[in-house]
């Protein structure tokens, strides 16, 4: 298939339930939007032919807050009624929108504010160049998020179970992932707690 035929999905994935938080991550503060508007923003604006947004735990408060954003043709806004059996069930959600209709899916997490569409599209365009099934970001010498697959994998997407995600495929098709490293400073850490929230606060302040 000609490169510039093929299509590519991003699943953003914010449907858990914050319980290390103690609230929801998605509503956070960050620079006078919402964490999850931050990341949304992001994806939205790179080269990602379709977005999926992901919903979960306290889905309709998070609908409102993110509004202004609902009339993008690019995105789709579903819900996981499943988000308790884990982050599998929120790819398997995502993927089940646009499997049959995107050769490309990227897994982007919500919790991880510095994601920006320029990391995403450096990964999109070195994964497609390499012609790799599996593609990630590489943040010192360890696999990190956003990651992407392609259609020929999404019958093992759709079968995973549990809260571990794809790193099962990352492990059996070792020999066939494309890894790159980010062209600028990235922090890939997510946030989790509410130490992991002062922490990204703080060096806001300090940026």
Known sequence: MDRNQEKIAGLLLAAGASTR?????????AEGVTLLERVLG????????????VLGHQAEEIKEV???????PKLSVIENRHYK??????IIAGLSIVKKSHDHVMILLAD???????????????????????????????????VIFNRNLYPELLKLQGDTGA???????DKSVCLIEPDRFYDDRD?????????????????
């Open 21 to 29: 938080m103690g609230r929801p991550k998605q509503l956070l503060a």
């Open 42 to 53: 992001e994806v939205l604006k790179s080269d990602l032919d379709k977005v999926v947004l």
């Open 66 to 72: 993110i509004g202004r954003f609902l009339e993008d």
């Open 85 to 90: 059996k884990g982050i599998s069930s929120s």
């Open 112 to 146: 991880m504010p510095h994601i920006d569409a320029n990391l995403i599209n450096l990964l999109l365009d070195r994964y497609l160049d390499s012609g790799f099934p599996i593609g990630a970001v590489e943040v010192e010498q360890k696999r990190s998020h956003p």
């Open 167 to 173: 790193r099962g495929l990352f492990q059996k098709y």
């Open 191 to 207: 946030i989790d707690t509410p130490e992991d929230y002062t922490e990204f606060q703080k060096a806001l302040q300090d940026s």
